[in-house]
């Protein structure tokens, strides 16, 4: 899933200062897992805003909602009925949601509210992965389930380079060196002879590279 | 005993530290608290084997937004303390009355009692 962690409390302030009426915006699905901008999160910061410009004796109105998910039409509408009553929104969401937010309300500022990190896993409780970029061309089944993508620091698609060392990354002895997984797995399945194959260079056009992606799938649309 | 210790402390009764969210103490702030302590167990002696560090990981949170909030992280504090430690509740309920009355009402409750005060000069 998509994880992102909270902005600094300053930066938030920063934002929504002089703005009278305020909705914290959060959201249900994934910012919700990772604990960055599900509803108990968007208590929290609509507690903090509320004592913050309590104590500047500001009138602010700040309201708290969740969305079942801000990167769906149908569940930003949900707002419609009240968004009148605010003049800024502060998402939760991730960078997805926030921006559907401000696509969907597009004569309200809509804000930030968390930095969106990457796809990833739960490490364990409160620590997080890197596990995907969303290259959009999967080539997990040559490398044994490890994506040199996202888990070697120069995305080299034969690798290891000489910067691998006992197993981690040159760039921090805490990284492992995402090579090293991919031996270690393909040794464990029995598959070392894909060492013997280099792979061509991959087309970056599925990923960034190629512009701001759009995926239409004829079967499902209505 | 009959342990003596200020009376303007309001006690309120939670199954271990580790209920205590972020949130309960934001909104005892809210709501015009001076000040507020979290008395957990002492370390190690935890029923629940990790309550109170997690409690005192979300004071210490819960902190840093109140400093960032114009409150003040010192309006907070977490002590630990077994139940059989009576006369150091007591004390600790004097050293955080004594610290609080030292920084002063909370900037909400003056606030609060601003806007009532004004409230009532507008009903008479």
């Known amino acids: 899933m998509i994880k992102a962690k909270g902005k600094p409390l300053d930066d938030i302030i920063r934002m929504v200062e002089g703005y009278k009426k305020i909705l914290i915006a959060g959201c249900d699905g994934c910012v919700t897992v990772c604990e960055a901008g599900g509803r108990k999160e968007v208590e929290i910061l609509a507690a903090a805003l509320r004592l913050y410009f309590a104590q500047k004796d500001a009138e602010v109105k700040i309201d708290e909602t969740s969305l079942t998910r801000q990167c769906d039409m149908e569940y930003l509408d949900v707002l419609s009925d009240r968004m009148g009553g605010y003049d800024a929104v502060v998402s939760l969401a991730c960078g997805a949601g926030i921006q559907y937010m401000a696509e969907r309300y597009a004569d309200k500022p809509v804000f930030p509210g968390v930095d969106t990190c990457f796809i990833g896993v739960s490490l364990e409780r409160g620590v997080w992965g890197e596990r995907c970029q969303a290259c959009g061309a999967c080539i997990l089944a040559d490398t044994g389930g490890v994506c040199p993508v996202a888990r070697c620091s120069k995305r080299m698609l034969n690798g290891p380079c000489g910067g691998s060392s006992k197993g981690k990354c040159e760039i921090n002895p805490e990284v492992d060196c995402g090579w090293q997984l991919i031996y270690n797995r393909l040794k464990t399945l029995g598959q070392l002879d894909r060492f013997e194959c280099p792979v061509d260079p991959k087309n970056w056009a599925t990923s960034r590279d190629g512009g701001p992606r759009k995926l239409v799938k004829e079967d499902v649309r209505i | ?124």
């Not at chain 2, 819960?62 to 303390?81: F, S, T």
């Open chain 2, 1 to 124: 005993m009959r342990l003596q210790y200020p009376p303007n402390i309001r006690i309120v009764r939670v199954p271990c530290t580790g209920r205590v969210d972020q949130i309960h103490l934001l909104k005892a702030f809210e709501d015009g608290a001076d000040g507020v302590f979290v008395a957990g167990c002492l370390e190690g002696d935890c029923h629940y084997l990790q309550g109170n560090i997690r409690a005192r990981k979300r004071v210490n949170r819960v902190k840093q937004i109140l400093d960032k909030v114009g409150i003040g992280g010192g309006r907070l504090e977490m002590y630990n303390l077994s139940a059989g430690m009576g006369p150091r509740f007591a004390e600790i309920a004097r050293e955080m009355t004594k610290k609080i009355l030292e920084l002063g009402p909370s900037p909400i409750r003056l606030v609060k009692e601003k806007a009532k005060k004004g409230a009532e000069e507008v009903a008479a």
